[in-house]
């Protein structure tokens, strides 16, 4: 397969996701880096994507430069990853789309449902692969226990625990940071900071992993900072499709919490247990069994997980090979579609476009939810409903 040609938006030197996006997108050798703008700054971004080996002239100092500058080259961008704050997301991700490019786009993919669904109509419409970044779903176990679920080794899915709390804004002195300040900026975050920030990341995992998407739900928002007018922790109820209740814990002000990504499925006939912090091991209790571990690169776990399992057992699996794995979908969705063949069934379980959309619709949902002291509301997308 001929390498594509990849481009980057946003992520720019001492950005906190830029290096994961370079290293991961490198990883397999499927994308050749060729263009980007990198950095709010022009001639930061112009000057550091010179050290990463982009030619001059598609060292662009803006999106809409590199817009111009690509739409029309036959040797255009295959791929554009969009890195940037929240609030540019849709303006961005539009414009590339409207040209027939390929995006992936860091979530929250948009500010409100109503961006949300008019990029979900346009990639649609336009026939192009919009992919939203929910890189923890690339882990090999995640994708295994989404492959029992699906395959009924628990049988129906009773109930789900997820989180994602750490405690790296939890320290009044460092709000006006300015990597920290527009995560709580309603301008630039949005309506919600720490639910769109990490706790879509749970949720999209919540249903990745069942297979039920959240349907109705009930939120308390809290700012632990009172200084902040948007949250910085959130407890959800989420009732689900296929029945199943989930309940989401989200925070940034949990001092000695990490990148605490946890989830827990329970159904019928067992129950599983799996920590991003510790992504090698994920524990499965049958209903009256003994606790077993399963290990990454078991042979024959599942077509999924085997294809997401990159190094041996034993070896610990960094958080870019993840989202190497989206990368590597990807590659393999876009090369189907520029050659007109199906794409290998196994590789196309990337975040989508309505992954995103839900996620705003969520979003809106908790907040609501949460302005109302927690009652129920609908969580659904209007499309969807
Ligand atoms: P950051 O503040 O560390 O870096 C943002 C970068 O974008 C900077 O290099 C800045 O100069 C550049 N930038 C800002 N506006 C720009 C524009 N208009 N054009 C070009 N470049 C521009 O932010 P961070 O933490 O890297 O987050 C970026 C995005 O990635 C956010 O949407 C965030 O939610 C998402 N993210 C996703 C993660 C995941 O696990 N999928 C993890 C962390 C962040």
């Known amino acids: 397969m001929a390498r594509l040609n ?64 690509e739409k029309d080259r036959a040797d255009r961008v295959d791929l554009v990853t969009i890195a940037t704050p929240n609030s540019t997301h849709f303006e961005i991700a539009k414009a590339f789309t409207e040209e027939g490019f390929h995006v992936l786009c860091e979530k929250p993919m948009t500010m409100t449902v109503a961006e949300a669904e008019e990029l979900v109509k346009l990639a649609e419409a336009k026939g192009t692969i919009l992919a939203v970044n929910y890189g923890y779903s690339g882990y090999s176990l995640v994708r295994h226990m989404r492959a029992m679920v699906a395959r009924g080794d628990l049988g129906k899915v009773r109930l789900i625990k997820a989180e994602f709390a750490h405690g790296f804004h939890a320290d009044e002195a460092d709000a006006d940071n300015p990597r920290v300040r527009w995560r709580y900026d309603p301008d630039l975050a949005g309506v919600s900071a720490q639910f769109a920030d990490c706790g879509i990341h749970a949720l999209h995992m919540a249903s990745y992993v069942s297979g039920q998407e959240a349907e109705t739900l009930s939120a308390d928002f809290a700012s632990g ?40 499925v329970f159904g019928e006939r067992g129950g599983l247990r799996w920590a991003q912090e510790q992504p090698n091991q994920l524990f499965w209790t049958p209903l009256n069994g003994r606790t077993e571990i399963i290990e990454r690169g078991a042979g024959n776990l599942s077509p999924e997980a085997d294809r997401a ?3 041996t057992i034993g070896h610990a699996e960094g958080m870019p090979l993840a989202f190497a794995n989206i990368y590597l979908d990807l590659a393999e969705a876009i090369s189907a579609h520029k050659h007109g063949r199906t794409a290998d069934s196994a590789a196309t379980q990337y975040p989508k476009a309505i992954d995103g959309l839900r996620s705003m619709a969520a ?18 997308p209007p499309m969807l409903r």
């Open 6 to 69: 990849w481009g980057m938006i946003g992520g720019g030197e001492g950005s906190q996701i830029g290096p994961a996006h370079r290293i991961s997108a490198g990883l397999d050798g499927k994308f050749n880096f060729a263009a980007s703008a990198l950095d709010i700054d022009a001639a930061k971004g112009k000057a550091f994507a010179q050290t990463l080996g982009i030619e001059g002239d598609r060292a662009y100092g803006d999106w809409r430069e590199m817009l111009a500058g």
């Open 225 to 264: 900072i009172p200084s902040r007018t948007l949250e910085d922790d959130a407890m959800l109820n989420i009732k689900m499709s296929g029945g199943a209740r989930c309940r989401l814990w989200t925070s940034s002000i949990a001092i000695g919490r990490m990148h605490g990504l946890n989830i827990q």
């Open 309 to 311: 399992s990159r190094v």
């Open 363 to 380: 979003i809106v949902a908790a907040v609501d939810s949460a302005k109302q002291q927690g009652v129920w509301v609908d969580a659904r």
